[in-house]
């Protein structure tokens, strides 16, 4: 037997992408631009729970765990003045990213369906 399935969504594959897209980048900046505690946490890909800086990370700003070799630092080389310029641009992406203004004349520049896309973030 033969299931058949109809999608509510008007929006063409492009459109969808996009607004996936938009999503992940906007919960991306969100939780690192906002949330993220750099002082007590290190960004790593290993597993999905919430990490403690080891104390030997504790002296760096910004911590990323290698993905093959776990105990190194990728960002050991961050300094913090480099790690709030950082910071500013990630704050800065998401104030454009959220401006309904500029978001709008992006999606009609490339002809995006502007109103569905806004309707789903």
């Known amino acids: 037997m033969m299931l058949s399935f109809r999608c509510q969504s008007r929006a063409s594959v492009v459109d969808l992408f996009v607004g ?52 190194h630092n990728l960002e050991q080389g961050v300094v913090l003045q480099m790690f709030e310029f950082i910071r500013s641009c990630m704050e800065h992406s998401m104030e454009v990213f959220t401006d309904c203004r500029i978001r709008s004349d992006c999606h009609s520049r490339y002809e995006l369906d502007v109103d569905e896309i806004d309707a789903r973030v």
Do not use: H
């Not at 996936?20 to 505690?37: K, P, Q, R």
């Open 20 to 71: 996936f897209l938009d999503s992940w980048i906007l919960g991306f900046l969100d939780c690192y631009a906002t949330y993220f505690d750099y002082s007590t946490n290190f960004i790593q890909m290993v597993s999905k729970k919430l990490e403690y800086k080891p104390d030997r990370w504790c002296k760096y700003p910004m911590c990323i765990a290698d993905p093959f070799k776990t105990d």
